[in-house]
């Protein structure tokens, strides 16, 4: 099993910027990537992005895309998602998840508990 736990959310003002940290312990070796998902409310689950933790190559989505970076140190076991020029429709709640990669949540089988990013206007 691999236990996440995200970090990093807030409220942020239109413009500004978030990084949000995923750590992962346990048996992290079983999976291939990390990604991150988002929820706004009374909206379906987003991929937000993916990254290898073997190669460090990284998949975004168009929505975020030239806005929002995904990085990892594997010392730490750790993921980031760098945000930029947040934008109100940004707001939701982030989750990372652990899995074989790409942008189907079904195939991530560990996921944090997630945390809120609210962006005010």
């Known amino acids: 099993q691999v236990q996440l736990v995200e970090s990093g959310g807030g409220l942020v003002q239109a413009g500004g910027s978030l990084r949000l ?16 998902f988002r ?7 987003e991929f937000v992005g993916a990254i290898s933790w073997t190669t460090g190559a990284t998949y975004i ?4 895309k030239g806005r929002f970076t995904i990085s990892r140190d594997n010392a730490k076991n750790t993921v980031y998602l760098q945000m930029n020029s947040l934008k109100p429709e940004d707001t939701a ?8 990669g790409g942008s189907s949540p079904q195939l991530y089988v560990n996921w944090g508990q997630g945390t809120q990013v609210t962006v005010s206007s």
Do not use: I
């Open 21 to 36: 940290s995923c750590a992962a312990s346990g048996r992290t070796f079983n999976y291939y990537a990390m990604a991150w």
């Open 39 to 45: 929820r706004a409310p009374g909206k379906e689950r």
């Open 61 to 64: 989505a168009d929505s975020v």
């Open 93 to 100: 709640v982030y989750y990372c998840a652990a899995g074989r």
